[in-house]
T-cell receptor, first 114, second 117 residues
């Protein structure tokens, strides 16, 4: 089966600092990766995605890095704000997955202190 | 507003009840999903409806029964549930191309918090 995991279950940062959330995957056939943010009482919210033909992709204050050699994915949040406090999930997909099945990690709880 | 609306937001039911969860997507997507989110576990895919085809996770008990009357609406019918079925049930949609993996990210609703007593 698929295995998507996170190195740390919790991360605490000071407001204004940069945050880095890591994710490891085991399926070398994975070709599409997504980061989600889930706030309390809400469903997962799409943040950014990246395909396996890229190493880096940037969004607004967020950057995703993909290292296919070591099967590692990271999400970098610049100038972290209290509103960034949430659980962050990585998810992966591959073309062999049945009808676009996504495999999720367990999540990292990010807490931002003022 | 996420574009995916789930009702009810909260549901408490006894083990002998029958209830249904409803999901509607306003994004024009062609695939809809039910996921289960339990504490300290990864999100678990239950069912997928895509391009008029249904795919099930074989580990989902038969007391969960999905229905997808069209590409915008999805239901999850519940009957004789167990306390361990208490969880957050999330609906999602995506635009899925034919014959390949995921074409775009899943968009989730805010879920139905189900408690089975």
């Amino acid at each position: 089966g698929e295995s998507v995991g996170l190195h740390l279950p919790t991360l605490s940062v000071q407001e204004g600092d940069n945050s880095i959330i890591n994710c490891a995957y085991s399926n070398s056939a994975s070709d599409y990766f997504i980061w989600y943010k889930q706030e309390s009482g809400k469903g997962p919210q799409f943040i950014i995605d990246i395909r396996s033909n890229m190493d880096k992709r940037q969004g607004q204050r967020v950057t995703v890095l993909l290292n296919k050699t070591v099967k590692h994915l990271s999400l970098q949040i610049a100038a972290t704000q209290p509103g960034d406090s949430a659980v962050y999930f990585c998810a992966e997909n591959n073309r062999g997955s049945t009808l676009g099945r996504l495999y999720f990690g367990r999540g990292t709880q990010l807490t931002v202190w003022p | 507003e996420t574009g995916v609306t789930q009702t009810p937001r909260h549901l408490v039911m006894g083990m002998t009840n029958k209830k249904s969860l409803k999901c509607e997507q306003h994004l024009g997507h062609n695939a809809m999903y039910w996921y289960k989110q339990s504490a300290k576990k990864p999100l678990e895919l239950m069912f997928v409806y895509s391009l008029e085809e249904r795919v099930e996770n074989n580990s989902v008990p038969s007391r969960f029964s999905p229905e997808c009357p069209n590409s915008s609406h999805l239901f999850l019918h519940l009957h004789t549930l167990q306390p361990e079925d208490s969880a957050l049930y999330l609906c999602a949609s995506s635009q899925t191309p034919r014959g390949s993996g995921l074409g775009s990210p899943l968009h989730f609703g805010n879920g139905t918090r189900l408690t089975v007593t």
